[in-house]
């Protein structure tokens, strides 16, 4: 009787162990989603501001053919490091995604606001 409870605590252990994981899988992947649209808008809006050559506070590495496919590469590389971190530090990969996201919307403010002040 007792280890009859005890294989139902475990399988119940089991599957929300899988039901959290697949939840940490869904939202690395809607952060790569938004990631990867906030880089490609950092992109044109950078692209669009190297035209003005009055503008010298935009990383010079951006007009180099090289560094979009780096760029985008970046995003697949972070999916795939959040992706292997520790049950126990998961939230902590939640929050950095979530910082992440931070940073580049103020990058692309940013880079928007020396685009239109130019």
């Known amino acids: 009787m007792f280890s009859l409870k005890r294989e139902w605590i475990n399988r119940i252990n089991e599957f929300n162990t899988i039901c959290h994981r697949l939840k940490y899988i869904n939202s690395i992947i809607i952060f790569g989603d938004l990631f990867t649209v906030l880089q490609?808008?950092?992109l044109i809006l950078t692209q669009l501001a190297l035209k003005n050559p009055e503008i010298r506070e935009i990383n010079p590495l951006y007009g180099q053919e090289w560094f979009v496919p780096v760029k985008m590469t970046m995003v697949l590389l972070i999916m795939y490091t959040m992706s292997h971190i520790p049950e126990n530090s998961r939230k902590f990969g939640e929050n950095a995604m979530a910082g992440?996201?931070?940073?580049?919307?103020?990058?692309?403010?940013?880079?928007?606001?020396?685009?239109?002040?130019?």
């Not at 931070?102 to 130019?118: A, D, E, P, T, W």
């Open 40 to 42: 490609i808008s950092d």
């Open 100 to 118: 992440m996201i931070f940073m580049y919307v103020f990058i692309n403010m940013n880079n928007l606001y020396f685009l239109l002040s130019s």
